[in-house]
């Protein structure tokens, strides 16, 4: 263990209860049933901590936290702790008091919860020295790494649809051709959205009914140095100011064709 590891902790359940266990006669495991459970040795906290790639799982005072017993855990599962048969929230760990001396007690968690939570912390911590080691592996001889092999195979083909792909860069890229326009001048179209300005005529200029004379103004584009505009139309004459003009002469007409002939008596 170097010195420099710092000491994380895995996991803290604040009940646990310890009990002694009978001297295992055979080889089938361990029984709670067998255990005077209604009669636990100690009752405290448990705490599971980490310090480089071993774990310790440690049985503390509930009030001070003075350290009852530890369990250091190298390899999970295996020897140093064990789960009973018959049972989801009992184990069987291997205390070790520093000098050499071990001992197999057992502890068990009131509640199934706390239980997986005690086996998930030290398989999370095992799974994550896993890892490490296969890390540190590759590091040392990255050649021995499995490669990525891009080559074809012997008799492997790869097919192209280049007339789809053809069409795709035409509809894409391809910008639209522009109309040609006539005498080698372009005139632009009136922007989108554009609206119409009405003019007022001068006073006396008006059309037949009234209606005031509508132009509409378009910018001038310029192309080549050269301004063209649009043709404006012209305003209506004066001669034709007189909206009852025809209607008089056509009732002059008619009055001068429906004179009374001979033979007619007058009033």
């Not at 008089?248 to 008596?265: D, I, L």
């Amino acid at each position: 263990m170097e010195e420099g590891e710092y000491e994380s902790v895995l996991c803290v359940k604040p009940e646990v209860h310890v009990y002694r266990i009978p001297p295992r006669a055979t080889n089938r495991g361990y029984r709670a049933a067998e255990w005077q459970l209604d009669q636990p040795s100690w009752s405290g906290r448990l705490r599971i901590t980490a310090k480089g790639q071993v774990a310790y799982i440690k049985l503390e005072d509930r009030t001070s936290g003075e350290l009852f017993a530890q369990a250091p855990v190298d390899q999970f599962p295996g020897t140093a702790v064990e789960s009973v048969t018959d049972s989801s929230r009992y184990f069987v760990i291997r205390i070790e008091d520093g000098n050499g001396r071990r001992a197999f007690i057992g502890i068990g968690f009131g509640d199934r919860g706390d239980a997986f939570d005690f086996n998930v912390a030290l398989q999370d911590h095992f799974k994550w020295v896993k890892q490490q080691c296969e890390f540190a592996k590759q590091a040392q001889n990255p050649d021995q790494g499995p490669k990525l092999d891009l080559g074809f195979k012997e008799g492997q083909t790869i097919k192209l649809n280049i007339a789809n792909m053809k069409k795709k860069e035409g509809a894409a890229g391809t910008p639209r051709a522009r109309p040609a326009s006539t005498g080698g001048l372009s005139l632009l179209p009136p922007p989108p959205g554009g609206k119409t300005s009405t003019l007022i005529p001068p006073p006396g200029e008006q059309l037949s009914g009234g209606a005031p004379v509508v132009q509409t103004a378009v910018a001038p584009s310029s192309v080549g140095g050269a301004t063209t505009s649009w043709p404006q139309p012209k305003p209506a004459t004066t001669a034709t100011t007189d909206i009852w003009g025809d209607f008089t002469k056509s009732a002059g007409s008619t009055s001068s064709q429906t004179q009374p002939g001979t033979g007619w008596v007058q009033f």
